[in-house]
Each structure stands twice: as structure tokens, then as C-alpha cells.
């Protein structure tokens, strides 16, 4: 075991001694967690709040909470994240300034998408950081951009037998996304907001992420999709492009 370090900071002592009891021991009540990490019910609530937004969490109906996406075994993804983090976060803060939405950068594993990277609108109303978490990839903007850039048969192959989704309805989807060039995500993964995705190619022309303008609903005026669809294709051309001159 590895000794204590000297400037231990106690809130994230805290965290990650929670999000080990959710791996190793189960769901935990509030009050349970307060007992087993020694502090007051209420921190132990703000600890649980955060593990649930940034996906090491989940509360379930009967209020017990459980282990998350994230402390889950998971796909491993291929794409290159550090690289596209590196050359995408840059682009993705001019796309703000272009179009003052939020951006996320967004990867695929299996059947789920990952946001590896956000660029907060500088509005009040806005849609805020989505970096780190795990949507499933068949709902999200950027997972359907992925998904649509995929053989069929592979698609066939990450949901066959999935009780969640309509195989028929997935493809019939996904052609409607190669067909318009986007993806579009109309409050499917969260009331209030909706999200425009185009996917991110390597220099063989494989999917390996996709980037997504993410808006409240009320701002959504499909007047505008042209303009967003746009923006949204010249930045992910300046992606491309440098990702082909490092690799």
C-alpha cells in the first residue's frame, strides 16, 4: 500500500474513497456513505452530486446510489484521444466564438459515447461541460454522427440483441444522417437541450470522433441549421487536417 502523502487533501480523499465503496461494496444510501467516510450527511450528499455528474455515480429510483459508467469495465476506445483533445480543444473554442454555443469533442466506444472535451458558451443560459461524461452513443449528436459513418453490418453487430434499441429504427436513423451529412439530438438525452454532431475522419476515412454544437432548446431554430452545419464542417475540416499532417 502506498503511504499517505503529506498534504492530503481531504475532499478528494473523500471522493475516491466513495467512488471505491460504490465499485467494491454496492449501492449506499446517504446516510450510509456519511458513516462509512465519517463526515455530515449533507457533505456526503455534495460528494454523491458530484460522483453523479461526472459519471462515477448513479442515484437510482429507490434513492440508493450505485456505481457509474465510469467504474464500470468499459470498451476500450481506439481512437486517438490524446491527439484529438490536443488539436480539437483549440477549434473548438473558435467555434464557440463562431456560433456562442457550447462544443463538446465526442468519441465512441462500443455502444457509447464519450465527451472527451468541452468549450463552455460564454451566455448565462447555456449548455455546460459534458467532459467526462458517458451518454449511450445511439442518442447523443456526436455517438449518431460515429454510428452513421460505420458499416452497417458493424452497427448490426454493437446492437444485435440489445433490448433497448430498435435495430430497424437504428439504421433507418443513421441513413437519414449520412444523407443530411448530420446528426441531430433533440432533447433525446436530456430535456431542454438540443445538439447538432458531424463526424471527425482519420486520414483513411475512418470515424474516430465527432463534433457537436449543443444548445438550449429554446435557442434551436432549424432556420439556422445551415449556418451551424456550416461552421461545424469547417472546423472539423481544420481537424482533419491537421490530424493528417501528424499522422
Same mark, same amino acid.
Given at each position: 500500500m502506498?503511504?499517505?502523502?503529506p498534504?492530503?487533501?481531504?475532499?478528494?480523499?473523500?471522493?475516491?474513497?466513495?467512488?471505491?465503496?460504490l465499485?467494491?461494496?454496492?449501492?449506499l444510501?446517504?446516510?450510509d456513505?456519511?458513516e462509512?467516510?465519517?463526515?455530515?450527511p449533507?457533505?456526503?450528499?455534495?460528494?454523491?452530486?458530484?460522483?453523479v455528474?461526472?459519471g462515477?455515480?448513479?442515484q437510482?429510483?429507490?434513492?440508493?446510489?450505485?456505481?457509474?459508467?465510469?467504474?464500470r469495465?468499459?470498451?476500450?476506445?481506439r481512437a486517438?484521444?490524446?491527439?484529438?483533445?490536443?488539436v480539437?480543444l483549440?477549434?473548438l473554442?473558435?467555434?464557440?466564438?463562431?456560433?456562442?454555443e457550447?462544443?463538446?469533442?465526442?468519441?465512441?466506444?462500443g455502444?457509447?459515447a464519450?465527451?472527451?472535451a468541452t468549450?463552455?458558451?460564454?451566455?448565462?443560459?447555456?449548455?455546460?461541460?459534458?467532459a467526462?461524461r458517458?451518454?449511450p &452513443?445511439?442518442?447523443?449528436s456526436? #455517438?449518431? !454522427?460515429?454510428?452513421a459513418?460505420?458499416p452497417?453490418?458493424?452497427? $448490426? %453487430? =454493437?446492437?444485435?440483441?440489445?433490448?433497448?434499441?430498435?435495430?430497424t429504427?437504428?439504421?433507418?436513423d443513421? &441513413?437519414?444522417?449520412r444523407?443530411? #451529412?448530420f !446528426?441531430i439530438?433533440d432533447?433525446?438525452?436530456?430535456?431542454?437541450? $438540443? %445538439? =447538432?454532431?458531424?463526424v471527425?475522419?482519420?486520414?483513411?476515412e475512418a470515424?474516430?470522433?465527432?463534433v457537436a454544437?449543443?444548445?438550449?432548446t429554446v435557442?434551436?431554430?432549424?432556420?439556422?441549421?445551415p449556418?451551424w452545419?456550416?461552421?461545424l464542417?469547417?472546423?472539423v475540416?481544420?481537424i482533419?487536417?491537421?490530424?493528417?499532417?501528424?499522422?
Amino acid at each position: 500500500m502506498e503511504n499517505e502523502p503529506p498534504y492530503r487533501i481531504a475532499s478528494v480523499d473523500h471522493a475516491l474513497h466513495l467512488a471505491t465503496l460504490l465499485q467494491q461494496e454496492g449501492p449506499l444510501r446517504v446516510s450510509d456513505a456519511a458513516e462509512r467516510l465519517g463526515v455530515s450527511p449533507s457533505t456526503a450528499h455534495r460528494l454523491l452530486a458530484m460522483l453523479v455528474y461526472r459519471g462515477f455515480a448513479e442515484q437510482r429510483p429507490d434513492r440508493l446510489y450505485e456505481a457509474g459508467d465510469v467504474l464500470r469495465p468499459a470498451t476500450v476506445s481506439r481512437a486517438p484521444v490524446a491527439l484529438l483533445r490536443q488539436v480539437a480543444l483549440p477549434r473548438l473554442h473558435e467555434l464557440v466564438d463562431r456560433v456562442g454555443e457550447s462544443v463538446n469533442l465526442v468519441v465512441v466506444a462500443g455502444t457509447e459515447a464519450r465527451f472527451v472535451a468541452t468549450a463552455e458558451s460564454p451566455q448565462i443560459l447555456r449548455v455546460g461541460s459534458r467532459a467526462g461524461r458517458t451518454l449511450p &452513443a445511439h442518442l447523443t449528436s456526436g #455517438g449518431r !454522427a460515429v454510428l452513421a459513418a460505420l458499416p452497417s453490418d458493424q452497427v $448490426t %453487430a =454493437l446492437y444485435n440483441g440489445s433490448e433497448d434499441v430498435d435495430l430497424t429504427r437504428l439504421h433507418r436513423d443513421l &441513413a437519414l444522417v449520412r444523407k443530411r #451529412g448530420f !446528426a441531430i439530438n433533440d432533447q433525446r438525452t436530456e430535456a431542454g437541450l $438540443t %445538439a =447538432l454532431g458531424i463526424v471527425v475522419r482519420d486520414p483513411e476515412e475512418a470515424p474516430v470522433a465527432a463534433v457537436a454544437i449543443a444548445m438550449p432548446t429554446v435557442r434551436f431554430d432549424r432556420d439556422r441549421v445551415p449556418a451551424w452545419v456550416g461552421a461545424l464542417t469547417a472546423t472539423v475540416s481544420e481537424i482533419e487536417q491537421e490530424l493528417h499532417s501528424l499522422t
